[in-house]
């Protein structure tokens, strides 16, 4: 018995893996990898190995509770293109993440640039999972 049948869940774990992926290029050195760890003051090298496995671990979880509560919110506004998904996604991100994280961003006094990395990263994340919600469901 499904306690969520509105939810389309291959759409849910595409998008999540979606995210995490994106990830991986994103903070990739030759993509911002390097002008995220300059401005965090870091070197490769800094990152500890072990653990590093709960880091991506706990990621992916994060990612795909991000797509489920998305295409919860994608399903209660009929966003049912990727057309729509994609500007829910973006609204969400823009919306919740991106004001969120200035906020702290603000008060730890961390630099624009790196917020730009971080929030443009999760910003891009919400468009492509909306995107993908929105054509598959």
Same mark, same amino acid.
């Given at each position: 018995?499904?306690?969520?049948?509105?939810?389309?869940?291959?759409?849910?774990?595409?998008?999540?893996?979606?995210?995490?992926?994106?990830?991986?290029?994103?903070?990739?050195?030759?993509?911002?990898? #390097?002008?995220?760890?300059?401005?965090?003051?870091?070197k490769p090298g800094d990152?500890?190995?072990?653990?590093?496995?709960?880091? =991506?671990?706990?990621? =992916?979880?994060?990612?795909? =509770?991000?797509?489920?509560? =998305?295409?919860?919110?994608?399903?209660?506004?009929?966003?049912?293109?990727?057309?729509?998904?994609?500007?829910?996604?973006?609204?969400?991100?823009?919306?919740?993440?991106?004001?969120?994280?200035?906020? #702290?961003?603000?008060?730890?006094?961390?630099?624009?640039?790196?917020?730009?990395?971080?929030?443009?990263?999760?910003?891009?994340?919400?468009?492509?999972?909306?995107?993908?919600?929105?054509?598959?469901?």
């Amino acid at each position: 018995m499904n306690p969520f049948p509105e939810i389309n869940f291959v759409a849910v774990l595409s998008a999540g893996l979606a995210y995490f992926f994106l990830g991986a290029v994103w903070y990739a050195p030759p993509v911002l990898g #390097n002008a995220w760890m300059q401005e965090l003051k870091i070197k490769p090298g800094d990152i500890k190995k072990e653990k590093m496995a709960s880091c =991506l671990g706990g990621s =992916l979880c994060a990612g795909l =509770l991000a797509a489920f509560v =998305l295409a919860a919110i994608l399903r209660a506004s009929n966003a049912a293109t990727a057309c729509l998904g994609g500007t829910g996604g973006l609204l969400a991100g823009v919306g919740f993440v991106g004001t969120t994280m200035l906020t #702290n961003y603000l008060y730890e006094d961390r630099s624009f640039k790196l917020f730009w990395i971080n929030a443009g990263y999760h910003i891009a994340a919400f468009v492509l999972m909306g995107s993908i919600i929105g054509a598959i469901q």
